[in-house]
């Protein structure tokens, strides 16, 4: 009955009609069979330009992956209040890392885009700030997961820091910082598609370009290339996954 | 008092003078691979990807865009 109500309210505010969707139901279909149906093979110079256009997204994801998750991982141990030696400090770099995450990765790129222009570096700046704040609240939850006992024991016998760090946390939480690390390149690769759109580079650009020129045929096969892509990403991952968690 | 290394208090406990092996009990080897593969996938992408860093360290107005509260009337 709430969810009816909520339903009913929420439809009232944004004016958004079942029936209007329902009643474009046919110009919808029609313009997904005509437009984009079938997908154009592209020619060799354009298929050369979409392949390379992907590379820079990929690369465009680990790259921006794998700094913030060196940068992450150094933040989070003064995150969480198990592990830092400032535990008083540990609320203000959570809310400081919770403030970049807030923020989506496609606003950060608009930000970005609008003072440094088109380019790879606005989709890698994007994508780094917007991992890095993920990776840091991920890894303080890692942490914060393990046994106290553990890091106790090594401070009983007079382990610094950094000992307790490198004995006691890092064989601890590496394989979970690991499965994070992967989520978030997954993530990467789609996010760098929509980031590539605004400016940023890469496949979502080509996409974009294909989109606004109305050729939608070649739209088409880029959105299929990105698709494949993205699947292939997903099962790498997923295996690699499974080999570091054994 | 500083307190002593995890390993001296060992040491001066069971009179050792040696420095003591510490091993894990279980190895994955595929995390230092995955580790060392990353980093060199890292370093190819940013080489791949060929970001001219001075500029974008350089470039001016970062704040510019981000106006005070009350600046924008709508």
Known sequence: ?246 | MKEPLAQSTVAVRYGFNHKIKTECAYQNKAIPVFLGSTAALCVLSLLYLDVDWIKLAAAAGYGQYILPPGTVRF
């Open chain 1, 1 to 246: 009955m709430v969810i009816v109500l909520l339903y009913a309210v929420c439809s009232f505010f944004t004016e958004f009609s079942p029936q209007a969707v329902l009643a474009n139901l046919d110009q919808f279909w029609l313009f997904l069979s005509e437009d984009f149906f079938p997908p154009q093979f592209p020619t060799d110079i354009r298929m050369y330009n979409i392949l390379d256009s992907v590379a820079v997204t990929i690369a465009m994801a680990i790259s921006s992956t794998t700094i913030a998750g060196i940068l992450a991982f150094f933040t989070a141990l003064f995150a969480s209040e198990l592990v830092s030696p400032f535990p008083k400090c540990a609320k203000f770099v959570r809310g400081f890392a919770t403030f970049l995450r807030n923020i989506p990765a496609l606003v950060w790129a608009f930000i970005l885009f609008s003072s440094l222009g088109i380019g790879t570096g606005v989709g890698f700046a994007a994508l780094l700030i917007t991992s890095f704040a993920f990776m840091v609240r991920a890894f303080t939850e890692t942490m914060e997961d393990i046994s106290v006992d553990c890091l106790e024991s090594l401070e009983a016998v007079g382990a610094g820091f950094w000992q307790r760090v490198a004995h006691g946390i890092v064989p601890s939480c590496i394989s979970g910082f690991l499965a994070w690390f992967l989520y978030c390149i997954e993530v990467n690769v789609r996010a760098s598609t929509i980031v590539g759109m605004v400016g940023g580079g890469g496949v979502g650009m080509v996409l974009f370009s294909y989109i606004k020129s109305f050729n939608y045929h070649m739209a088409f096969t880029v959105i299929l290339i990105i698709a494949a892509v993205v699947i292939l990403v997903d099962r790498i991952t997923g295996k690699i996954r499974k080999e570091l968690e054994q």
